[in-house]
C-alpha cells in the first residue's frame, strides 16, 4: 500500500494531470487490481494516493462502496480496474451501488482508440469489450474517454456520484489517452471546481402542510433511510427527542438513530421485527424521509401497507416517488438532508405541541415485549441458535463498533429482526440487490476508512465462500475485523424454501446436494489468522472474550442448525390461479394469540 504525495507535480502524462485532478477533488484511495490498459493510470496512482491491492476486481469495487458509505473524516476511496473481464467482474457491485443509491466512482482500462470496434465487431482491441453499454442502465452517467478531458468535465462527473441521489459513474479510459503528453490548462482549477445546484425551494413550501398532518397526529412514525446522512440525522435526533417523534428506519439507514432511542420503533420490513411491522401498520401517519419505500420495505401485499396512515415520502429520486406502490397522499421531491433540517427549522419555531402520548406509551410497551428473539427459535442442543446468539453478540459490542451485515440469507434476516445497535455504532449493508458475498469486502472497506476501530462482520458459510478470496487482502493489511461465519452447512434460506414449498425436495443447498466447502479452520490457518469455533459450550468464554477485544484479524465459526427454522416470518401461498400470494406486514408466523391480538394490535 503506497501512501500519497500531493507534493509537486509527478510526471508529464496525462494519466498524472487526471490523478492530480483526483486528488484535487478529494479522493485519498484508490482500491485496484492492475492490468494493461490501465498501467499508465495505476503508474500515476500509485504516488498520489494509499493504494490497495485487491485479489478481485469485485472486492475492491464492494470495498470502496462501503469506505466511502462509512467514512467519517474527508476520505473517498475510487476504483481501478483493467478492461474486459476486470469490468464484467465487478457489474454486480456497480448495480448494488446503484440501486442502494451509494457514491462510487470507477476508473476502467480500454483498448487503444484506434482500436475500438465501436459496434461493428465483437472485439478488436486486446480485452475489448463495451463497458459503457453493459454500464450504462446501472450508473448515473457511463462515458469513454477517448480524448482528453478537462479538470471542469470530471468534476461534473465526480459530482454526480453525490448530488441528487447517490450513485455509481463509471469512466473507461482507453490506455492511449492516458499515455498522451499532460494537456494545457489555466492555472487556478478552483475557479471551475463546483457543487451541485440544491433543489429549488418550492418543494419544501410542502414543508408546513407536513408539520400541520404531524401536530393533528395521533400515532405518527417517522421513517429514516439511507439517503440520510449520518451527520444530519445525528444533528436531528436531539430536536425528535425533545418532541419526543417516533422514530424508525430503513435498512440502509439503520444507524441513523441508535435503539437506545426511548421511541425507537425499529425497522419494519418484510424480513424485520415483529414489533416494528406491528407498529408501522397501526400509525395514523408516515413519513419516510430518504427512503424509496422498496417491495421488501412496504411487503409484497403492498395494498395493504399501513391501512389507517397518511403515507409522505421524501426523497430526491423522482423516479422513485412515482411508483404505484404503497399508496401515497403526498411526494416531496428533495434532497432527504436538507428537508430533515428544514423539517426540524419549522418543529423547532412551531407554537403548537404534540400530544400522541397514549402512542408513546404503546410504543414502549411493545418494544420492551416483543423486542427480544422470538421463542418459536429453536435448535438442537448441539448448536447455536442464531438469534438468541446475535441478540447476546450485540449486548456486548461496543458504541464505537462497526458492524458489517451480509445481504442476504438467514443471517442477514436474523441480524435485521433482534439487533438492538447502539448510538454511535457504524452499520452498512447491501440490502438493493441482496447479494451474497458482499460481506467480507464490504468489512475490508469499512476497517480501511477507520482503521481505529473495531470491525464486526456476520456473514453465512454460503455467502461467505463466494468472496473468500478478499482474506488475503486482509493478512496484506492486518486490520482489527472479527469475521463471524455463521456455519449452516450451506444455503439455508435456499433450503427453507425448498423444505416450506417442495415438500423436502432439496437441490443445490447444501453439501449433500452437491455443495463443497472448506475446513474453516485450515482455511483460517492458512493465512495464519487466529480462529475460534463457537458451540454451546464454547460461547462467550474467556478465550472468546480475549480475542473479540484482540486488535488482529481473527475468524469465528458459529455452528448453526442446519434443520432449523427461523421465525418470525411473513407467510406466503400459491393461490388457485397459482399466484403468490402474501401477508401484510402484521400478519407473521407464528401468529399472535386471542390476548396478544388484542394486546398489540388494538388500533387495527
Known amino acids: 500500500m503506497r501512501t500519497n504525495n500531493p507534493t509537486g507535480i509527478l510526471g508529464d502524462k496525462y494519466s498524472d494531470q487526471f490523478t492530480d485532478w483526483l486528488v484535487k477533488l478529494g479522493y485519498t484511495h484508490c482500491f485496484y487490481l492492475g492490468g494493461g490498459n490501465v498501467m499508465h493510470l495505476l503508474e500515476s496512482a500509485s504516488h498520489r494516493f494509499k493504494c490497495v491491492p485487491f485479489v ?7 470495498a470502496a462502496d462501503y469506505f466511502n458509505e462509512i467514512s467519517e473524516g474527508n476520505e473517498k476511496a475510487f476504483v481501478l480496474v483493467t478492461a474486459g473481464p476486470a469490468l464484467t467482474n465487478i457489474v454486480t457491485s ?17 483498448a487503444k482508440v484506434s482500436d475500438l470496434s465501436k459496434g461493428k465487431y465483437r472485439q478488436i482491441g486486446f480485452q475489448e469489450i463495451d463497458g459503457v453499454g453493459i454500464c450504462r442502465s446501472i450508473t448515473k452517467k457511463s462515458f469513454r474517454i477517448d ?7 470530471l468534476n461534473r462527473f465526480t459530482e454526480l456520484t453525490k448530488s441528487g441521489r447517490k450513485g455509481p459513474v463509471f469512466l473507461e479510459f482507453c490506455i492511449d489517452v492516458s499515455a498522451m503528453p499532460r494537456q494545457k490548462e489555466r492555472r487556478n482549477l478552483n475557479r471551475y471546481l463546483f457543487s451541485s445546484r440544491p433543489l429549488r425551494l418550492k418543494p419544501y413550501l410542502k414543508t408546513k402542510r407536513i408539520v400541520n398532518k404531524l401536530q393533528n397526529s395521533k400515532r405518527p412514525l417517522v421513517i429514516l433511510g439511507g439517503e440520510l446522512d449520518r451527520n444530519v440525522s445525528e444533528g436531528s435526533i436531539s430536536v425528535l427527542k425533545k418532541l419526543g417523534i417516533p422514530l424508525a428506519t430503513t435498512f440502509n439507514g439503520i444507524d441513523r438513530v ?36 422498496s417491495l421488501g420495505q412496504v411487503g409484497y401485499n403492498w395494498q395493504e401497507y399501513a391501512p389507517k396512515a397518511k403515507v409522505i415520502q421524501i426523497s430526491s429520486d423522482k423516479r422513485e416517488l412515482q411508483k404505484i406502490f404503497p399508496k401515497k397522499n403526498l411526494t416531496v421531491c428533495a434532497n432527504a438532508n436538507d428537508f430533515l433540517q428544514n423539517l426540524i427549522s419549522k418543529l423547532n419555531t412551531s407554537e403548537r405541541k404534540f400530544d400522541f402520548s397514549e402512542w408513546q406509551d404503546f410504543i414502549v410497551e411493545i418494544k420492551k415485549n416483543l423486542s427480544h428473539p422470538d421463542p418459536g427459535n429453536i435448535a438442537r442442543q448441539e448448536f447455536v441458535e442464531l438469534h438468541t446468539f446475535l441478540a447476546s453478540l450485540f449486548a456486548i459490542l461496543d458504541s464505537s463498533d462497526q458492524i458489517i451485515p451480509c445481504s442476504s440469507g438467514g443471517v442477514y434476516t436474523g441480524t ?3 439487533m438492538l445497535h447502539k448510538s454511535g455504532q457504524k452499520i452498512v449493508t447491501s440490502s438493493g440487490l441482496a447479494s451474497m458475498g458482499f460481506g467480507l469486502s464490504g468489512a475490508i472497506g469499512a476497517a480501511l476508512a477507520n482503521p481505529l476501530k473495531r470491525t464486526i462482520l456476520l456473514e453465512g458459510d454460503g455467502g461467505f465462500a463466494q468472496n473468500l478470496q478478499e482474506l488475503g487482502t486482509l493478512k496484506a493489511n492486518q486490520l482489527n475485523l472479527k469475521i463471524f461465519i455463521f456455519d449452516n452447512q450451506g444455503y439455508a434460506s435456499i433450503r427453507t424454501t425448498q423444505k416450506t414449498y417442495f415438500n423436502n425436495h432439496y437441490v443445490g443447498c447444501d453439501e449433500f446436494t452437491g455443495l463443497g466447502f472448506p475446513s474453516w479452520k485450515k482455511l483460517a490457518e492458512s493465512y495464519s489468522f487466529s480462529f475460534y469455533e463457537l458451540n454451546p459450550s464454547t460461547l462467550f468464554d474467556s478465550t472468546f472474550h480475549e480475542l473479540l477485544n484482540s486488535q488482529k484479524p481473527v475468524i469465528f465459526v458459529v455452528k448453526l442448525d442446519p434443520d432449523q427454522l427461523y421465525f418470525p416470518k411473513i407467510g406466503s401461498r400459491i393461490n388457485i390461479s397459482g399466484s403468490m400470494e402474501s401477508n401484510p406486514l402484521h400478519i407473521m408466523d407464528p401468529q399472535l394469540n386471542s390476548s396478544q391480538i388484542s394486546r398489540y394490535l388494538k388500533y387495527l
Not at 57 to 62: H, N, Q, R, Y
Not at 98 to 108: H, M, P, Q, T
Not at 147 to 153: E, R, V
Open 147 to 153: 480524448k482528453p478531458i478537462s479538470f471542469a468535465k
Open 94 to 110: 456497480i448495480a448494488s451501488a446503484w440501486v442502494d443509491g451509494r457514491e462510487l466512482l470507477i476508473i476502467g482500462g480500454q
Open 416 to 418: 435485521m429482526q433482534v
Open 258 to 293: 441508535g435503539s437506545d432511542y426511548e421511541y425507537y420503533c425499529g425497522r419494519p420490513n418484510w424480513y424485520g421485527s415483529r414489533w416494528a411491522n406491528l407498529i408501522n401498520q397501526q400509525a395514523d401517519l408516515i413519513i419516510a424521509i430518504g427512503s424509496r419505500l
Open 56 to 62: 478481485h476486481e469485485i472486492g475492491a469495487a464492494i
